[in-house]
T-cell receptor, first 114, second 114 residues
Framework: AQKVTQAQTEISVVEKEDVTLDCVYETRDTTYYLFWYKQPPSGELVFLIRRNSFDEQNEISGRYSWNFQKSTSSFNFTITASQVVDSAVYFCALSEGGSEKLVFGKGTKLTVNP | DGGITQSPKYLFRKEGQNVTLSCEQNLNHDAMYWYRQDPGQGLRLIYYSQIVNDFQKGDIAEGYSVSREKKESFPLTVTSAQKNPTAFYLC?????????????FGAGTRLSVL
């Protein structure tokens, strides 16, 4: 069975601090996809990144970076020099190769204080 | 602008009443999904549809019904059989190809019981 664990329920940082959001997943499939979504207070989920299980390259997009490690079944998300606008709930999600379903973690609420 | 439109933004249900949540997309996406989000929880899949006139139950389909008569539209009915309907409901859509596709989300409908 597929499962996503985001152990950090809430994180609070001060602007300009770096912050890492943890995501640990479980799956028996060799082909799977991992996602991160951002949910600002408005409620709409915003897609951030998709990774497939065959691509372990880390990715950087501006202040955002992602570290995918199959050895530890983790797909962690780091925000560098955080800003108030980064305040949101962040969800990690998993989809097995043959499935149409996304399985979400419970989310991490990030608050960036000025 | 292309996107997913959910209406209404807020909805109130009386005891014993069925209510219908609207989801329309103009992205020409094949697949559509309904999720339920409870406070402090991740998203849970209610129903999904990969093509017109076809849909499948997700993990928590009891007390809900859907239809998919048009590619653009995927309304969700919360029936009186759903005893705890208060939640935030999110609709999503995606293209169907051989790779795992990104789901794009609407702004959500917040349902409360009077």
């Amino acid at each position: 069975a597929q499962k996503v664990t985001q152990a950090q329920t809430e994180i609070s940082v001060v602007e300009k601090e770096d912050v890492t959001l943890d995501c640990v997943y479980e799956t028996r499939d060799t082909t799977y996809y991992l996602f991160w979504y951002k949910q600002p207070p408005s409620g709409e989920l915003v897609f951030l990144i998709r990774r497939n299980s065959f691509d372990e390259q880390n990715e950087i997009s501006g202040r955002y970076s992602w570290n995918f490690q199959k050895s530890t079944s983790s797909f962690n998300f780091t925000i560098t020099a955080s800003q108030v606008v980064d305040s949101a709930v962040y969800f990690c999600a998993l989809s097995e190769g043959g499935s149409e379903k996304l399985v979400f973690g419970k989310g991490t609420k990030l608050t960036v204080n000025p | 602008d292309g996107g997913i439109t959910q209406s209404p933004k807020y909805l109130f249900r009386k005891e014993g009443q069925n209510v219908t949540l609207s989801c329309e997309q103009n992205l020409n996406h094949d697949a559509m999904y309904w999720y339920r989000q409870d406070p402090g929880q991740g998203l849970r899949l209610i129903y999904y549809s990969q093509i017109v006139n076809d849909f499948q139950k997700g993990d928590i389909a009891e007390g809900y019904s859907v239809s998919r008569e048009k590619k653009e539209s995927f309304p969700l009915t919360v029936t009186s059989a759903q005893k705890n309907p208060t939640a935030f409901y999110l609709c999503a859509s995606s293209i169907r190809t051989w790779t795992k596709n990104i789901q794009y989300f609407g702004a959500g409908t917040r349902l409360s019981v009077l």
